[in-house]
């Protein structure tokens, strides 16, 4: 089976950065997505390692470490919009995706 | 392009009934998968769908059943509603097979009573 952990809850202010951890426990692995979910929203996708190292999109970037089991999304420059709830994922077999409990990121002014 | 949409957005139903969910891909995505979320359990993946054939299928009991149809619209059925089925049913797809981004709708919400 896979199991994921990621922090439940990380509070920071505006204009911070913030890293949100993931450790993962998989049979086979196909890659670590992360996703966004503002409440009464959809899962939005963020990015997607599939190889070691780091995944940059604008003010979000995605590390990998397959060795480690272990991945971090990391927030830059902080917005009050960034606040949401924040899940990573890991790919299986048949694209069977198993999340991790999610992570609620509060930022405040 | 058009995002993917489920119907309905709002269902409410009784205990022993069965549902129906709808959901209708992005245009030229074949692949359709289901998750169900709620505040105890998280995204838990029900099943995905390629090309109308079930591919994968999450740790769920037999009342949880889907299909998809040649135009890559797909359809879950949950029979014999439990209180426990209450919950928020999203469905995502994506142009091909690999793991990587998917597409959410914006969730189907159950309640059962």
């Known amino acids: 089976g896979q199991s994921l952990e990621q922090p439940s809850e990380v509070t920071a202010v505006e204009g911070a950065i913030v890293q949100i951890n993931c450790t993962y426990q998989?049979?086979?692995?196909?890659?670590l997505s992360w996703y966004q979910q503002h409440d009464g929203g959809a899962p939005t996708f963020l990015s997607y390692?599939?190889?070691?190292g780091l995944e940059e999109t604008g003010r979000f970037s995605s590390f990998l470490s397959r060795s480690d089991s272990y991945g971090y999304l990391l927030l830059q420059e902080l917005q009050m919009k960034d606040s949401a709830s924040y899940f990573c994922?890991?790919?299986?077999?048949?694209?069977?995706?198993?999340f991790g409990g999610g992570t609620r990121l509060m930022v405040k002014p | 392009k058009a995002g993917v949409t489920q119907t309905p957005r709002y269902l409410i139903k009784t205990r022993g009934q069965q549902v129906t969910l709808s959901c209708s891909p992005i245009s030229g995505h074949r692949s359709v998968s289901w998750y169900q979320q709620t505040p105890g359990q998280g995204l838990q993946f029900l099943f995905e769908?390629?090309?109308?054939?079930?591919?994968n299928k999450g740790n769920f009991p037999g009342r949880f059943s889907g299909r998809q149809f040649s135009n890559s619209r797909s359809e879950m059925n949950v029979s014999t509603l439990e209180l426990g089925d209450s919950a928020l049913y999203l469905c995502?797809?994506?142009?091909?097979?690999?793991?990587?981004?998917?597409?959410f709708g914006p969730g189907t919400r159950l309640t059962v009573t």
């Open positions: 390692n599939a190889l070691d």
């Open positions: 769908y390629f090309s109308e054939t079930q591919r």
């Open positions: 998989t049979s086979g692995f196909y890659g």
């Open positions: 995502a797809s994506r142009p091909g097979q690999g793991n990587d981004e998917q597409y």
């Open positions: 994922a890991v790919g299986g077999a048949g694209n069977m995706l198993t």
